[in-house]
């Protein structure tokens, strides 16, 4: 790491434009200009958009030898089998064992952090496939990052995402923070009013032509990459694109708002959060804990479709649950639905560090920090540890948030250090 800041040579870890699109503002912020990037793609598609755009990029074959381990996204969502991630695995590690002593890259960013290639890369950085977080054995550092949750915010952590983040691991890091909390109530008011009256869910889901050729090219890639041998992160065949409809609608209930209720906002069924962070790993079984709680309560329960799902399977087992329970389907604005419920249910949703912005209770039922958040903790969170950049806009990056991003790739170090100091 040059001058003890920043980085000098940067590999990332790149899986679709949106990814690209933010990395690259990032590395074109004031004192940036030091540090060189390169990526390494985990699809055919990216590759040659990279190569296309003048970019470094390498793609790499897969090998056989080595175990990815089991709880991998790719894995479970059947993107591949064990085989297939392993061999993956396999030759992102042979890569990086190639090439690091070469490039000598110091810092590996690796959105989301859920792959099989992401895990290679990380378990070189630890030293030759340790587990846990940071070590540092090959002295390169991680970042991970991901979208913030709330508007024009970023997630950034030295180890993970959602439950494998160093946040996760060490909450009590937030209560170091300064916070003001007066400002902080006057920002959540403000940012819940307005939610209150607009509050648009970006990942609602459309099939038009555009999604079906987007399929059926990244479909195409795959077939390509299973003919070159390159270490795809998906083995999509065109079955894949019979799957391609959109959920049912279901049938709506008028909402009723003098009854006391529990809210319950359901997630998209193949959720990371739902499948890696949650032990029964299924929306459904979210749903009849909800009912369960609800019932216990001696309060009606009040679910919200998420307007992304694309299971077929799902609103018929809705209708039947409700049908079983009794419990209303609504579609009304989010924010309303949380300030007038007496309490909250939810896996791990977003919608739970927003139930916490309006003071309800909230049951969370999967892995989350957003649990051990009060209010001291969950300002601390928003106005510290997140970083001030929306992910998806293309507004220029600052240098302050370049340099905080450049620091969180540090911070598990440097907490071990005060601590071993102290």
Not at 65 to 71: F, P, V
Not at 377 to 389: F, G, K, Q, S
Request: aromatic share 12%.
């Amino acid at each position: 790491m040059s001058n003890g800041a920043t980085y000098s040579r940067v590999l990332i870890n790149i899986s679709n434009p949106e990814d690209y699109r933010f990395f690259k503002r990032v590395f074109a912020a004031p004192g940036a200009s030091a540090c060189k990037i390169d990526f390494v793609a985990n699809n055919l598609i990216m590759y040659v958009y990279l190569k296309l755009k003048g970019e470094t990029v390498f793609m790499p074959r897969r090998k056989r030898g080595r175990t990815c381990r089991e709880d991998n996204f790719s894995i479970r969502t059947g993107r591949l089998t064990q085989t297939q991630a392993d061999r993956v695995y396999s030759g992102f590690f042979d890569f990086i064992e190639r090439h690091q002593p070469k490039h000598r890259w110091d810092l590996y960013i690796l959105p989301s952090g859920r792959l099989a290639s992401q895990s290679a890369l990380a378990d070189y950085a630890r030293g030759n496939g340790a587990r846990g977080g940071g070590t540092r054995a090959n002295g390169i550092d991680l970042l991970y990052t991901g979208y913030g949750n709330i508007g024009n915010k970023t997630f950034a952590d030295p180890q993970g995402t959602d439950m494998q983040s160093y946040l996760y691991q060490h909450v009590e890091i937030l209560d170091d923070y300064p916070v003001d909390i007066e400002a902080f109530r006057r920002w959540k008011h403000d940012y819940t009013q307005a939610r209150m009256q607009k509050h648009v869910i970006g990942q609602a889901r459309k099939l038009d032509f555009k999604t079906v050729f987007q399929k059926f090219v990244q479909v195409l890639g795959c077939r390509i990459e299973a003919v070159l041998g390159l270490a795809g992160e998906n083995a999509y065949g065109f079955d894949e694109l019979k799957k391609l409809k959109k959920a049912d609608d279901v049938a709506l209930d008028e909402m009723d708002w003098e009854t006391p209720y529990l809210f319950f906002p359901l997630q998209v069924s193949t959720d990371a959060q739902i499948i890696l962070n949650y032990s029964k790993g299924s929306v459904i079984d979210g749903l009849k804990d909800a009912i369960a709680i609800a019932r216990k309560k001696g309060l009606r329960l009040v679910i919200k479709p998420h307007p992304a799902e694309i299971n077929q399977a799902i609103p018929a087992i809705l209708s039947q649950l409700r049908r079983e329970h009794g419990f209303l389907i609504v579609n009304e604005n989010t924010f309303r639905l949380l300030d007038r419920a007496e309490e909250v249910v939810t896996i791990n949703s977003t919608v739970g560090l927003e139930a916490k912005l309006l003071d309800k209770s909230v049951t969370f039922l999967g892995n989350t920090f957003y649990a051990h958040f009060d209010e001291r903790r969950l300002a601390a969170y928003i106005e510290h540890y997140l970083v001030d950049e929306d992910y998806f806009r293309d507004t220029p990056f600052s240098e302050a948030n370049f340099a905080k991003l450049m620091e969180r790739a540090r911070l598990s170090t440097l907490e071990r250090s005060e601590s071993e100091v102290a």
